[in-house]
């Protein structure tokens, strides 16, 4: 059986694949990113080829349909709600599951036909704050190093990550890198023992969100020791004296760690050059994680280790194509190729590339706005793709209300039976992957292929098309005539050539010009691919930052004042080793069911005996919206006051497990992610009623 080269569909870490239509699966051995490595969902990924619970045809109002009825039901109310209520009454609600092929005609279609911005995407509750916090201090979203810097490192310290069961490949290549350099040291930051402290050196068990006083302490403490590269401040960095200023105002006893633990974590990282901060979603996934991710950046400003090999700070990305819809502008607030709504030279560029009768202005609606806009009846027109809202949202519970409250819902998705598709008036069945083919990048800015390598199962399409049929029947043709994801990466690399004028970061023009073949032979590669062919391995390492004088922004962040609150605990919440998101797939090989089997909570000892729970027994999770009930894990892994609950439960496999009907809809008021590890709950024996 021949095997083709693909990508794997889960994290971020972007491994290749060699996958047989019989459900062989392998890792890629030339692969960049796993050399052949696969964890335990890559390597299950043929047990969930399946095509038990499929949506394998368009249904209407829950009856089977045709494609031409479906789509043209589509495109008429979509077009009827545009022309009664504006462009801005139409709302798509996108995933980082979709390829770059899909999201870039989504974009296209919101941004540059219907003339609104409102196209925000589930990657916003994954890395929307490192996005903004890149945007602050380097002009654009740029991931400046790659992933041998983990291996080159001296120093690597996690913040907020749980690397081990969350980018698991990442976590193998940097254990190998230790045992093969004993001096290398891992720092952990976080307020709970993963997986991932197995390898610290250090765990600092910090407060939650205190990682602003943390790091604004060490940036006080690099200038007083006389770290600072003076000379890469002096030519490439901006705002040094007010971040400075700011760091030193702040009081490090809110980490809740001890002076010895603050002192050798600030020897460690001032007497070691080579240190890279590797950061997830404990740092974005809270309600001042844009300052959390700038307080991480200004210490890799101040010292210039950032671009060079073995340093530099580094947001390790949730879904496999996050990156990918960045660069297509998959967010509400960003244009293509990293290109700004709000500058009218750029909006000009893609509007003339695009031919297009318009381009949105201004910002559209994130996420958590975006359904409180369904809620509020401003909403018109929803299409939810290859996601689940109504269980990964914040709020989960109104959510579902604000997406009934909207008169007229798309979804298209693999499943016929998902929490959101029950709400649909319209279900549209796309391909899965295996069945389509394009491309996604990681987290280290590689672009790679996925390829087909099964049928279009019953009237399975693939999302490009889709979106593209219904565009056409909305009149805008030409537009969208692509008949293939190459024809599609084509325009991409195309309107990349047209933008390159403006200098940004993110630049694939030397891929204009693939045809079909070209596109079918692509090989792994990392953006930018200029049209010269050069690229960069590295961003910054001699400033050449993309603000408008070149220079980096150090930006003054105070932390936050740590609350002590007896009654409610901090609510953490997060993913297991072994599946992925709302288990749709992960779910259906019995081998990563095996591993944790229901939903759960890590409550501190000292808890459980103050509110009489036994470990094992029902507990009830409250928040001000909701709540859930699963069963009690007593570990000292998570500190008093705090628990621990994983997000993956649906209606499908354990209702009352669904943890984010009680986390509440707040969000960093920069970059609008939610705070999904910072909820206020209250905890209690479960009593049924
Ligand atoms: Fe897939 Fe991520 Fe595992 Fe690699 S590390 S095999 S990309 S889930």
Redesign the pocket.
């Known amino acids: 059986m021949s095997m083709t080269c693909t990508t794997?569909p889960?994290?971020g870490?972007?491994?290749g694949v060699l996958a047989s239509a019989d459900g062989t699966i392998k890792g890629d051995p030339d692969h960049p990113s796993?050399f052949g490595r696969?964890?335990s969902?890559?390597s299950a990924l043929g047990e969930t080829i399946t095509l038990e619970g499929r949506l394998l045809a368009p249904m209407v109002n829950k009856q089977r349909a045709s494609w031409e009825e479906a789509t043209a039901l589509v495109a008429e109310k979509f077009s009827a709600a545009i022309k009664e209520h504006g462009p801005d009454s139409v709302a798509f609600y996108v995933s980082g599951q979709l390829l770059t092929e899909d999201y870039y005609v989504a974009n296209k279609l919101m941004k540059g036909f219907i003339g609104s911005a409102n196209i925000d995407t589930n990657s916003r509750l994954c890395m929307a704050s490192s996005v903004a916090g890149h945007k602050r201090a380097f002009g654009t979203d740029t991931v400046p190093g790659t992933y041998e810097d983990f291996e080159e490192a001296d120093l690597v310290v996690l913040v907020g990550s749980n690397l081990a069961w969350c980018?698991?490949?990442?976590f193998q290549r940097l254990v190998a890198a230790k045992q093969a350099r004993p001096d290398m040291r891992v720092v952990n930051i976080d307020p709970r023992v993963t997986a991932t402290s197995d390898l610290a050196d250090l765990h600092l068990a910090i407060n939650a969100d205190s990682d602003t006083a943390l790091f604004n302490h060490l940036l006080a403490e690099i200038a007083s020791r006389g770290a600072v590269d003076d000379d890469y401040v002096a030519k490439n960095v901006n705002g040094f004296a007010d971040a400075l200023a700011a760091a030193q105002d702040s009081d490090v006893s809110s980490t809740g760690l001890s002076a010895a633990e603050i002192e050798d974590f600030t020897k460690l990282w001032i007497n070691t050059e080579r240190v890279v901060t590797i950061y997830s979603q404990g740092v974005n996934q809270s309600a001042v994680g844009t300052d959390k991710v700038n307080a991480i950046l200004n210490c890799h400003l101040a010292t210039g280790r950032i671009g060079r090999a073995g340093m530099g700070p580094f947001s390790v990305t949730g879904q496999?194509n996050a990156m990918g819809g960045r660069e297509v502008g998959g967010l509400a607030n960003m244009l293509a190729n990293h290109l700004d709504l709000e500058n009218p030279d750029h909006r000009d560029t893609v509007q003339t590339a695009w031919n297009a009768p318009v381009i949105a202005d201004h910002a559209g609606l994130k996420a958590v706005d975006l359904f409180q806009a369904c809620a509020d009846g401003k909403i018109k027109a929803l299409w939810v793709m290859s996601t689940n809202p109504a269980v990964s949202m914040p709020d989960a519970a109104n959510v579902a209300q604000a997406i009934e409250n909207v008169p007229f819902t798309v979804v298209s998705d693999i499943l016929k039976d998902t929490d959101t598709g029950a709400l649909a008036d319209v279900l549209l069945p796309a391909a899965g992957w295996g069945e389509k083919s394009g491309t996604v990048t990681n987290s280290e800015r590689r672009i790679s292929r996925q390829r087909a390598f099964l049928p279009l199962p019953g009237e399975t399409r693939p999302d490009w098309q889709i979106i593209c049929d219904v565009a056409q029947k909305m009149g805008f043709g030409e537009a969208f005539e692509f008949t293939s994801p190459a024809e599609v990466f084509a325009e991409y690399a195309a309107l990349s050539e047209a933008t390159a004028k403006f200098g940004k970061d993110f630049d694939i023009s030397g891929l204009a010009g693939l045809d079909e073949a070209d596109y079918d032979a692509l090989k792994p590669t990392q953006w930018p691919i200029r049209a010269n062919g050069s690229t960069t391995e590295r961003f910054f390492a001699d400033g050449g930052f993309f603000h408008a004088d070149s220079k980096a922004k150090m930006l003054p962040v105070k932390p936050p004042k740590h609350a002590e609150n007896g009654e409610t605990f901090r609510l953490n919440t997060g993913r297991i080793r072994d599946q992925w998101h709302t288990m749709t797939r992960t779910a259906r090989a019995p081998r990563l069911n095996q591993h944790l089997a229901e939903p759960f909570a890590e409550i501190n000892p000292t808890d459980a005996l103050r509110l009489g729970i036994k470990d094992a027994t029902l507990l009830r999770i409250s928040g001000e919206h909701g709540s859930a009930v699963v069963r009690a894990m007593i570990t000292s892994k998570v500190q008093a006051g705090t628990i621990f609950v994983p997000m993956h439960w649906t209606a499908q496999f354990a209702a009352s497990g669904r943890v984010n009907h009680a986390v509440a809809p707040v969000t960093d008021p920069v970059s609008g992610q939610p705070a999904l590890k910072g909820a206020d709950v209250t905890v209690a024996p479960f009593e049924a009623a």
Not at 167 to 170: F, G, R, T
Request: charged share 5%.
């Open positions: 794997c889960y994290c870490v972007g491994c796993n696969l964890c969902k890559g980018h698991p490949i990442l496999p």
